[in-house]
């Protein structure tokens, strides 16, 4: 039977207008495992405040950050796509690769289809999260369910959980950083920033903020730093709730004070550039950095479609396929 590798990641907007922000706001933040408050108390803020303010503000973050060929997660995606499948095909396996977003087009949907088509019986999952989350890796289970609902066959399926201490994953974040500070040379603190999630959601058991951590040591540990060299935040809070702390934009404003002057910045959780890196890591907080008395401060690019990630997502692929 013949088995393919359906990639997954969040999704983006079509185009940076407030019109298709707001579409894709509307689909990700109706996801009951992103917002888990009660849609009668939800709704009304999502539909009458939400939706119309942030809309237009965070379309014009898009535009600042949007390349011709459209948008960076986009475009990103479907390089890993397309190199992941070279790479299996140089190995001699012949495994169609789809691409399926949580929310916008393509979507999973739309990916499963092309599989279908392709004669595929067996598929591998791979949720582009190295850390699970429920507000993404268990989202992008509840789609999968759904979408078999309509099945009478279901093909036999494997689900990649996590990565987040996958020794590929790990020497390529290493790997990454050494490069980068052949190129820049090297800060006096490498800052390792996570997409956050409510402290809530931790506190009812998701594993997301420790696996975080446990990524930050091991790839502090495989670089040789001491312990006061790096660490790790959490950025991209939205709402009133505490979210996961230390955040990221605080910690920018209060390491000049501690001394610290020149920072490296790298954002493990995200395996593909997108608004939340190019725009908030490497310019809102490089501001608050530099605005705040820092010298010198680099952001460091998501594994996107590098060698060594790349071999990454074979290594994944291929341990399930054994
Ligand atoms: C509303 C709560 C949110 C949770 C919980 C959340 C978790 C979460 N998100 C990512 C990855 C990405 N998020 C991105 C954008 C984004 N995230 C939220 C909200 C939550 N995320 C919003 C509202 C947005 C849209 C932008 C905005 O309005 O501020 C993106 C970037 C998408 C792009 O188009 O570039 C990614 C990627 C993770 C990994 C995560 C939990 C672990
Ligand atoms: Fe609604
Ligand atoms: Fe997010």
Redesign the pocket.
Known sequence: MKTGVLLV?????TAPTAKAVKSF?SQ??HDHR??DVPRMLWCPLLHGVILPF?SPK?ARL?QSVWWPEG???MVISRRQQAALSEALDRAGIRMPVALGMSYGEPSMATAWEELKAAGVGRVIILPL?P?Y?V??TASVFDSWARLMKKERLVPAFRFIHDYHDHSGYIQALADSVRAHWELHGRGELLLLSY?G??QR?QDEGDP?GLQCHRTSELVAAQLGLERHQWRTTFQ?R??REPWLQPYTDGTMQALPGEGIKRLDVICP??SAD???TLEEIAEQNRSLFLAAGGESYHYIAALNDSPGHIQLLMDLVCRELA
């Open positions: 990641n969040l999704g983006t907007p706001l990700f933040l992103v917002v942030r965070v898009y948008s960076p997660l999260y850390q989350s507000s993404t997409h999630i409510p959601y997301y991209s939205f709402g959780a995200f997108c608004l939340e």
